[in-house]
């Protein structure tokens, strides 16, 4: 069966369907779309519909870190779209941990800013709907840590071969609990700002998510597992003991980045491409325990192998397979910890490669119990109203889809702000321009067969 590198050029529905059976049958698929109207109630959390707007930084945060201009715009078309759950991007708890100068960061002296973009995103609600639930990310960069135009100044768990650029400062045990304590301070101001829930982000190489790899870091947050979890566990106990049950309690939950062992985390230790969700699972297990009933859940390191955490069909080097089967990871991933915490709600991740026929994936995967949320990243770029319209039953516009270009990325990379320069032209094709200008062309041709 071949299953390398190919471009979505899907003519028909049944054309879709059979590359599907060929290459995921597992994947399931469902065109009532009904499955994505019902609610569904967490502690603290009402989420009217089952479609969620993934994270998605948009790098258009001002000097102190607060949201410019372009930022309100997105979430007030994004609150116009009509999708259930809406999670706010990664916002900095401190400013060395800042993954570029213009990425949001929540302090003492700017969260109102933060309750004004919540509450204007709002009104942008359209009537007949009912308001969406609203989680903030909290997060620290680590080794993507760039926070100011001076250049990288990486701020890493552990040495590691395969990551390591240039040497980065090891945060030190006693830094990592004052980290603690700034998790707390922004899970607070998160929730003065008026959200539902606060999401300690544990994935894609940032900080918390690169400890939980941490196999070869001495002292009580390296180690062995309880070690390498600890950290995220005691973030979790001091902002429920700070806030109780004032804000419902989240995570972006990656699940498997296929890092090489001995630096992976949810890798198999002979294969880094074959996932071992055993101690994700756990993992799970013990964030439900505590409360922590809403995990987003992703793959993949998207400095390292954006093509297990984002399916692509054009980027900074040819996958070494379908973006299909990486969807299907991906899904795997949300089924795992899904089936671990059956309490708990999973969000789908995958679903913007698919195009139009997302809408039936992500029903599919809502029917048959592989996620209770269905999330998109990339398509709310281009299509910011896609929830709205497999809501009514109409299901989505092709032409307005998301291509999988990997243009939003490479408008980030260049430094300007991310959006899709496609569909939403007028605001971000310029941004896109002014930031290739006497840079060379993506080149697509580099393959990378051991990733
Ligand atoms: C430009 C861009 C910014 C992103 N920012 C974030 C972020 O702030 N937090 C996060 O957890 N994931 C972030 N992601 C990852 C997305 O949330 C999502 O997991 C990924 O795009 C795959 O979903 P999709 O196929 O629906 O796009 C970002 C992705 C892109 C392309």
């Known amino acids: 069966m071949e299953t390398g590198f190919k471009r979505f050029d899907y003519r028909t529905e049944a054309d879709f369907l059979a590359d599907l059976e060929r290459l995921a049958p597992e994947i399931p698929y469902c065109r009532d779309y009904s499955h994505c109207s019902e609610a569904l109630e967490l502690p603290g959390l009402a989420i009217p519909n089952r479609l969620a707007v993934h994270p998605m ?16 715009r997105r979430y007030r078309r994004f609150a116009a779209g009509g999708a259930g759950l809406l999670w706010f991007e990664a916002a900095a708890v401190v400013p060395e941990g800042r993954a570029n100068p213009r990425q949001l960061w929540i302090h003492a002296g700017n969260a109102d800013a933060f309750r004004r973009l919540r509450e204007e995103a709002l009104k942008s609600l359209p009537a007949d709907r009912k308001r969406p639930a609203t989680v903030l990310q909290l997060t620290h960069s680590g080794r993507q840590s760039r926070p100011d135009a001076a250049g990288p100044s990486p701020i890493i768990a552990c040495p590691n071969p395969i990551l390591d650029r240039q040497p980065g400062r090891i ?12 998790f707390v301070a922004g899970a607070v101001l998160a929730a003065d700002a008026g959200f539902d829930a606060v999401d300690i982000k544990a994935c894609h190489g940032y900080l918390l998510g690169e400890l939980l790899g941490a196999r070869t870091r001495p002292g009580k947050y390296g180690g062995d597992f309880e ?22 309690l989240a995570s972006r939950f990656g699940a498997w980045d296929s890092i090489p062992w001995p630096y992976g985390w949810g890798v198999s230790e002979g294969d880094h491409r074959i996932p071992d969700f055993s101690e994700p699972a756990e993992l799970a297990k013990r964030l439900a325990a505590r409360g ?21 069909d054009h980027g900074y080097y040819t996958p070494p397979e379908h973006p299909m089967l990486g969807a299907a990871k991906l899904f795997a991933a949300g089924r795992a910890v899904q089936a671990a915490v059956p309490g708990a709600a999973v969000v789908a991740t995958g679903l913007s490669w698919f195009r139009s026929f997302g809408a039936s994936v992500a029903a599919g995967l809502l029917r048959d119990g592989w996620c ?3 999330g998109f990243g990339r398509q709310a770029f281009a299509y910011p109203g896609f929830a709205g319209d497999i809501l009514s039953g109409r299901g989505l516009d092709p032409g307005k889809c998301c291509l999988a270009c990997g243009n939003c990325t490479v408008i980030m990379r260049d430094g300007g702000s991310a959006g899709c320069m496609l569909r939403d032209r007028d605001a971000y094709l310029p941004v896109y321009r002014r930031g290739r200008e006497g840079k060379p062309p993506v080149d697509m041709s580099r393959r990378a067969e051991h990733l």
């Open 57 to 72: 930084e948009g790098a258009d945060g001002a000097a102190d870190g607060s949201p410019d201009e372009l930022a309100f």
């Open 171 to 182: 945060v030190g045990d006693d830094e990592l609990e004052r980290l603690r304590d700034s």
């Open 227 to 248: 070690n390498r979890i600890r950290l995220m566990l005691e973030i979790v106990d001091a902002v429920k003991t700070e806030l109780g049950g004032r804000i419902a």
């Open 292 to 312: 922590v009933l809403l995990l987003d859940v992703t793959c993949g390191n998207p400095y390292f192998n954006p093509h297990v955490n984002r399916p692509f």
């Open 372 to 374: 209770r949320l269905a």
